[in-house]
């Protein structure tokens, strides 16, 4: 697979041309703790390599082209305090590059040096064009590693163009192959767990974050681990979007509102689903619900190639307003931002939030949430219905139709 992602990305970058990925690095969290290393996931896509401290570097030159990769040799005294590094042997088997294109990193200055200089032109030309992954996240994230080294080389070389790999890499990770559907679709059959046993669990009373903890079990049970921070909202806590505290305790009559996922070998879920804490939805709850799980519904029935982002957003937003207009909670289109805030859905992938342009048109072979929801703070009611669909050339699938959304099915699971 990763062999394959790296070909078609080279299909799209220039000839003579080097393109770097850097793995990362733990963050540092305080004196001489590091928080749990997370991949680069540029890097993962191409490489398959979930170590710090390890860079790709492919060349493409005008008839050929190479993949290396640089990691650190294991060292006997580290790996009794953190365990073994990858060797270059099982470094090789899980990227697909040879073994004999794989050095240890101190080599990785040297060895680029050469490509760009002239001591290794023969082999790919002249180089002309030198890659790197310049996206940041978040303005607080700061200047990566290849934001850093980018602006080294660019004055060590200024004869070669810089230019930035991660708008390549985001079309192609946003067009899913069967491998990554798959691996999805595990993540998400861990979740349907999970969330059952929520069900089973769920009464008035409790912490939030004692069903978080539960939420939590069956996910160590699996040996995997949330895809995000979980959301565990009752009562009006349900009407904040990225409620985290998940410190309250649930009364009789309240909704909890859990949006969660499962990182499965970096694959991730996104799932939403709105519970009645005591089993039983009120009329009142049932009538809003009922609204958002027919945005939910329709939506997916609707999707298809070609829909712009925006044709998503509107058609399932349009369905939430007629229906709080039918129940007279509005009166004009324009009030619905009053009780929904948010938008329908993103692509969904190695990350929650997965990359892709949404300036473009909805393409067979990405995966979207669809997450309509309703927010009505003065009766503390936050409800939101969230599913993981692949949009195919004769539709959509939606990957969580296992996970119970009805609200017959969700009650009498709850007594069970």
Known sequence: ?????????????EDQSISIFYSGVSQHKSADQTFPFVVNRNFYYLSGIEQENVVLMLIKGNKTQKSFLFIEKQDPIKALWDGATLT???????????????????????????????????????????????????????????????????????????????????????????????????????????????????????????????YDYILGYHRVKPSFNTIAASGKNGTILHYVDNDQQMKDNDLILF?????????????????????????????????????????????????THKEFNDYGKQILINGLKKIGLIKEDHEITKYYYHSLGHYLGLDVHDVGDTTKVIESGAILTVEPGLYIA?????????????????????????????????????KK
């Open 259 to 307: 949006d969660l996922g499962v990182s499965y070998e970096n694959y991730c879920s996104d799932i939403s689903r709105t519970y009645p804490v005591n089993g039983k939805f009120t009329e009142r709850q049932k009538q809003i619900y009922e609204i958002v799980l027919e945005a939910n519904k329709k939506t997916i029935e609707w999707v298809k190639p070609g829909h």
């Open 378 to 414: 003065e009766e503390n009611i936050g409800i939101r219905i969230e599913d993981d669909i692949l949009i195919t050339d004769k539709g959509a699938i939606n990957l969580s139709s296992s996970i119970i959304k009805e609200i017959e099915d969700i009650e009498a699971y709850m």
């Open 88 to 214: 270059f042997e099982e470094a090789s088997i899980k990227s697909g590059i040879d073994i004999t294109n794989i050095f240890d990193i101190s080599q990785f200055d040297d060895i680029i040096s050469q490509y760009l200089g002239f001591s290794r032109r023969a082999l790919f030309g002249p180089i002309h064009s030198l890659y790197f992954d310049l996206e940041r996240s978040h303005v607080k994230q700061g200047f990566t590693k290849a934001n850093l080294e980018a602006n080294l080389y660019q004055k060590l070389y200024p004869q070669i163009k810089i230019k930035n790999s991660f708008p390549i890499v985001s079309e192609l990770r946003k067009i899913k192959s069967e491998y990554e559907v798959n691996k999805i679709r595990k993540a998400i059959e861990i979740t349907d767990k999970a969330l059952n046993h929520l069900l089973k669990t769920l009464k008035p009373n409790m912490y939030e974050y004692q069903i978080e903890a539960e």
């Open 1 to 13: 697979m990763f062999k394959h992602n790296r070909d078609n990305y080279l299909k799209n970058v």
